[in-house]
């Protein structure tokens, strides 16, 4: 039981660039999440898909596209990559209920040079 | 602005003492809340979740919630060098399937061997 699988788990890119953060769950869970982790601000959502076919912005959305594909993959892309962009970005995924936490994927670490 | 406020730390304890953690949050309406334990290099791993006021109990861990002052604890007994890392709070925010967690800044513990 794999839970939640991100990829690349490291990237460097120029900015300017674009590239697209892959993520997968085998847990069958609804609603899944983009988050970035910076030093000393915490999580940050960035979108969320609350089901199949619907997605949503959250808190730092700017600069990033996402994609529901399926209810197992949810990717993010970033079109013009940023040095701001330079991060570490999780993705998650829960199941449906107030009472679920989230499951977490290991993360990429994305630098932008 | 919906805020989930934690002591930034960084909190030192000797092996074997009771390390306190805290947090606030200020949306009265969350339901429920989550403690997550984050390693140096690593994702997020969910330790635990209280819904209901009082304290809950797993093991060495303690979860305390109190939603008339909207705080939450977690109490770690016995502190081990293993249980130095960042723990992090996240509450529960918005309603159906516009939910998710916010998490806060983090705090970061050692334990003294």
């Known amino acids: 039981n794999a839970g939640v699988t991100q990829t690349p788990k490291f990237q460097v890119l120029k900015t300017g660039q674009s590239m697209t953060l892959q993520c997968a769950q085998d847990?069958?869970?609804?609603?899944m999440y983009w988050y970035r982790q910076d030093p000393g601000m915490g999580l940050r959502l960035i979108y969320y898909?609350?089901?199949?076919?619907?997605?949503d912005k959250g808190e730092v959305p700017n600069g990033y596209n996402v994609s529901r594909l399926n209810k197992r993959e949810f990717s993010l892309r970033l079109e013009s990559a940023a040095p701001s962009q330079t991060s570490v970005y999780f993705c998650?995924?829960?199941?449906?209920?107030?009472?679920?936490?989230?499951?977490f994927g290991s993360g990429t670490r994305l630098t932008v040079v | 602005q919906k805020e989930v406020e934690q002591n930034s730390g960084p909190l030192s304890v000797p092996e074997g003492a009771i390390a306190s953690l805290n947090c606030t949050y200020s949306?009265?309406?969350?339901?429920?809340f989550f403690w997550y334990r984050q390693y140096s290099g690593k994702s997020p791993e969910l330790i635990m979740s209280?819904?209901?006021?009082g304290d809950k109990e797993d093991g060495r861990f303690t979860a305390q919630l109190n939603k008339a002052s909207q705080y939450v604890s977690l109490l770690i007994r016995d502190s081990q060098p293993s249980d130095s890392a960042t723990y992090l709070c996240?509450?529960?925010?918005?309603?159906?399937?516009?939910?998710?967690?916010?998490f806060g800044s983090g705090t970061q513990l050692t334990v003294l061997p």
């Open positions: 209280i819904y209901s006021n």
């Open positions: 847990m069958n869970h609804n609603s």
């Open positions: 949306d009265r309406g969350s339901q429920s």
């Open positions: 998650a995924s829960r199941a449906t209920g107030p009472s679920y936490g989230y499951t």
């Open positions: 996240a509450v529960n925010q918005g309603i159906g399937s516009a939910r998710q967690l916010t």
């Open positions: 898909s609350a089901s199949e076919g619907t997605t």
